[in-house]
Structure formats: structure tokens, C-alpha cells
């Protein structure tokens, strides 16, 4: 997992992959299916408290993460996190789940349409306050020191991880869709590791398409 992570971003460090694993309640592997079950890709998942004035808030948070490149048209980790969002609705009938994620690449940000209708900041949305408050609440929870809420992003007084330049990662295409030129105009310094921090409500009535179509799948071959 470690060397995985190091195929994708400078500045990774065995004691900073060591801490962010120790702490997730969860792990997500994506797998061959030949090779002895060889690891292509990994996901760190926990569930964290989220104090916001007058509501019961949790945050289900993303770590580190990261998949070959040849592996990602694999339904394997859309299937299993739409999966783990069902189960903490359930845990927590009587909180708002959303989900929060950091993110300091185009790629990364491009999955929040993939799995939510609604999601802050996007680009043809304004940021409503309900949402703001969330994405404060996370940011002072898990980065007190970084956080810059003006901006919205995570800001590194040190070396961080960050994308290897000129990978497929790092370069976005010539002609980049309203997600990616969004997220380029708010973190305009994610080579240098920057985080946007991103949030959804975890509803299913807040799943878009794509993520019901997998949970369908998955659900049908569960009763297969």
C-alpha cells in the first residue's frame, strides 16, 4: 500500500502513512483477480464527530487512496463505499451523514459527481451556510493549524504529499468539464499538496445515478 501510494505523490513518508492508517476504522483493497490477489488500489475510511451548533452531525472521511491508473474503471471501490455510506446511515438513524473529502487533485474532486447529486463547493451552486458550517467543523476538527476557511483548502505549513508533476494525475486535459476548471479556479495551488475540502450529505436521495446503478448491481448480486 505504502509503495503504491509512493507511484502517485512526492513527499510520502513511511510515519505519515503509518498515522493515517492507525487511525481509519476502515480499509477498502481493490485486488486482481490473478497474481496471489496482488493489491492495485486502497482507501482509508473513518467515521468522525462533527460539532456543529444544533444539529448531530457525523463525518465519514476519506484518507489516503490511491489506484493504478489501468485499474480504475473497476466498479470494485464505487460498489464497496456506496456500500459503507448504507451501513452509517443505518448506525446513525438519527445524525446527518456527510461525507468529507480532501482533495489536491482534479481526479479525486471529479468523484464527488460520480456519487452525489448535491455536493459543496461545485461549481453552479452556492455555498449554502448548512453546508459551510460542515465543511468548518471538519476542517477545524482534523486540520486546526491548516485550515484556511476563506478559502476553503487545507494549506501545508510543511512539505506534504502532492502529485508527481507531469503524471496523468497532475495534468488536466486541454479541454477540462465544468468540475475540473472548477476545481482548478479554487485550488490553484494543488501541485504543492493544497487540499479543497469538499462535503456531501450521505442520503439516498442524494445519490446520483451512477452510485444507485452500482448499489442496484451489487444488491442483485447479492440475491443472485
Avoid at 178 to 206: I, M, Q, W
Wanted: charged residues 30%; hydrophobic residues 35%; contains cysteine.
Amino acid at each position: 500500500m505504502l509503495g503504491l501510494l509512493s507511484l502517485e505523490f512526492l513527499g510520502v513518508r513511511r510515519e505519515d502513512f503509518t498515522r493515517d492508517l492507525e487511525e481509519k476504522e476502515v480499509v477498502m483493497l481493490l485486488r486482481k483477480a490473478e497474481a496471489d490477489g496482488e493489491i492495485v488500489g486502497f482507501s482509508t475510511l473513518m467515521v468522525i464527530d462533527l460539532p456543529v451548533e444544533g444539529r448531530k452531525v457525523k463525518g465519514i472521511f476519506s484518507g489516503d487512496t490511491t489506484v493504478l491508473p489501468e485499474y480504475r474503471s473497476s466498479i470494485g471501490f464505487g460498489v464497496e463505499i456506496g456500500r459503507y455510506f448504507q451501513k452509517i446511515i443505518g448506525d446513525f438513524l438519527d445524525h446527518e451523514i456527510y461525507y468529507t473529502l480532501i482533495s489536491k487533485g482534479w481526479r479525486t474532486y471529479k468523484i464527488l459527481p460520480f456519487f452525489f447529486k448535491h455536493f459543496a463547493p461545485k461549481h453552479d451552486t452556492e455555498l449554502t451556510e448548512r453546508d459551510r458550517v460542515v465543511m468548518d467543523s471538519f476542517g477545524r476538527v482534523k486540520y486546526p493549524n491548516e485550515y484556511d476557511s476563506k478559502r476553503g483548502l487545507i494549506m501545508f505549513s510543511k512539505e506534504t504529499q502532492r502529485l508527481v508533476p507531469g503524471s496523468i494525475d497532475a495534468v488536466p486535459p486541454n479541454e477540462p468539464d465544468e468540475h475540473t476548471r472548477f476545481f482548478l479556479e479554487k485550488n490553484r495551488t494543488y501541485l504543492s499538496g493544497t487540499e479543497l475540502v469538499c462535503v456531501a450529505p450521505v442520503r439516498e436521495d442524494n445519490f446520483a445515478p451512477a452510485m444507485l446503478r452500482l448499489l442496484k448491481t451489487s444488491n442483485q448480486k447479492g440475491e443472485s
